[in-house]
């Protein structure tokens, strides 16, 4: 037998597929071969559908591998696909049968050579800066002397105890509302922007304070997000930006009224110092009092160059006249400046005794003494009322002891029962020789009737 006549004979059965058949498992062993890779090149042709997926080409040279990332997967990017940015793109190899091509789908993206955060950073800074939210025309100025203040930020964390002490330390009796939230990792934009909407609904404070310490651009990224931006711009009220360091920036930053570059700053640029604002009164107060003993002393010296060229008649009449108005008037003046100084005084004592009212420690002083007097109230209440019961049990028991048989059968009494069991009340129901049992006070007898005595 030649090789021709083996190989006839031999030849395996040919394989025929359809169209659908053949693609389908084309893309069973791609799929299998080519998952959770990593493919490097640069973004080109960037498409977006209505529904939210992303086409584009991943591009080496003169090789092309079209992309799909879909809208799921497009959620947890940290930066969207752009054109001309190279990346490494991790997902596996799929074929789409409708035109027989085979895609990658995409799972994850990383920049190559800029981390992704900082990417997404940019990105969404030009995307806001367009619609003109970082535009100092839209900022508004805070108010001179807040006496609400409200705070975004963990209820935990030291942000929170550093805004307290400086406001605490600069002007004493202020009112704070903290809304609590986390201010890293997952939900924590969503809970920081609700909190800003809360004081946006809740019209209380006249400004509002958000941020947190300092850490790295992952821990800070939640002020980052478009959520927290747009709730800061759309705030009812001035907002403070307070993330970090003074060399962190966020877009928080940008978007807030003011940025303070730690949370203890925020808190000295809302309130002013009191004893600063004292000063400051002190020193109008000075210099009143020198602009009116300056302007009285020119008028003084006016009249006495007035005086010198008269005669001396009528210098010693307007001297007289004019030593008797400016009398007047230093009556009046002293009378205004005593009155002005006793008006100052006045509100200054109201505003410290405000101030005074507005202390906690006075507070909780007052609300322990309440609680020590209701304390002994209740004592002596509780007492009253034991005393009063145990009198009554001690009643109820000697009228108990009183009425009880077993007292009555300790004065010497018995009771007797028949055979049956009935109470022997009366001679007439007993019969000579009818056994009987006898009940003391201690103990019981039989016994027999020997008698019967009507």
């Known amino acids: 037998m030649d090789d021709l006549q083996q190989r006839f004979l031999f030849q395996p059965a040919e394989r025929r597929y359809t ?10 062993l791609l799929s299998v071969e080519f998952t959770g890779i990593w493919v490097e090149g640069e973004i080109s042709d960037v498409k977006v559908s209505r529904q939210g997926h992303f086409y584009f080409s ?35 190899i799929d074929v789409y049968e409708a035109r027989g091509q085979y895609q990658f789908l995409v799972e994850a993206l990383e920049p190559r050579g800029l981390g992704a955060l900082q990417l997404a950073f940019e990105q969404l800074k030009a ?18 002397l807040p006496r609400r203040i409200g705070v975004v930020t963990s209820p935990t964390g030291a942000a929170i105890q550093d805004i307290l002490q400086v406001l605490s330390r600069r002007c004493p009796g202020l009112s704070v509302r903290i809304y609590p939230s986390l ?31 300092g850490g790295s651009l992952e821990d800070l990224w939640s002020f980052n997000t478009e959520a927290v931006a747009r709730a800061i711009a759309n705030c009812g009220v001035p907002v403070v930006s307070a993330v970090g360091h003074e060399t962190d920036f966020t877009i928080a930053d940008f978007v807030a009224d003011l940025r303070a570059p ?21 020193s109008l107060t000075r ?22 060229q008269r005669v001396e008649t009528l210098v010693h009449r307007r001297l007289t006249c004019g030593a008797q108005r400016l009398d007047d008037l230093d009556f009046r003046l ?38 020590d007097e209701r304390e002994r109230s209740l004592r002596e209440t509780a007492g009253r009322r034991l005393s009063e019961a145990q009198h009554r049990v001690d009643l109820l028991r000697s009228r108990l002891e009183s009425l009880s048989p077993v007292g009555i059968l300790s004065r010497g009494y018995a009771l007797v029962r028949t055979s049956g069991g ?7 129901s007993l019969a000579e020789g009818m056994p009987v049992s006898m009940r003391f006070a201690r103990g019981e007898a039989e016994a027999v009737v020997s008698k019967v005595v009507p």
Not at 202 to 210: F, H, S, T
């Open 183 to 213: 201010v890293q990792g997952e939900g924590a934009p969503e809970q920081i922007a609700a909190g800003l909407q809360w004081f946006t609904e809740n019209p209380w404070a006249e400004v509002v304070i958000v941020g947190r310490g």
């Open 287 to 308: 210099r009143l009092k020198q602009g009116q003993d300056f302007a009285l002393l020119r008028k003084r010296r006016r009249l006495e160059s007035v005086a010198t």
């Open 334 to 371: 002293r009378d205004a400046n005593r009155a002005n100084l006793t008006k100052t005084g006045k509100r200054l004592e109201a505003n410290t005794a405000r101030l005074a009212r507005l202390d906690l420690r006075v507070n909780l002083a007052q609300f322990r003494a309440r609680i």
């Open 422 to 428: 009935g109470l022997v009340r009366d001679s007439s």
């Open 58 to 92: 991943l591009r080496d040279g003169d090789a092309t591998l079209p992309c799909v990332c879909f809208r799921g997967a497009a959620r947890l990017l940290r930066f969207l696909p752009e054109e001309g940015i190279a990346v490494s793109a991790r997902g596996r």
């Open 262 to 282: 730690t949370p203890s700053a925020a808190a000295e640029l809302v309130v002013p110092n009191r004893d600063d604002l004292l000063a400051s009164v002190e």
């Open 127 to 144: 995307k806001l800066a367009a619609e003109g939210l970082f535009s100092p025309q839209r900022k508004r100025s805070l108010p001179h």
């Open 19 to 28: 169209v659908k058949d053949l693609t389908r498992e084309i893309a069973d």
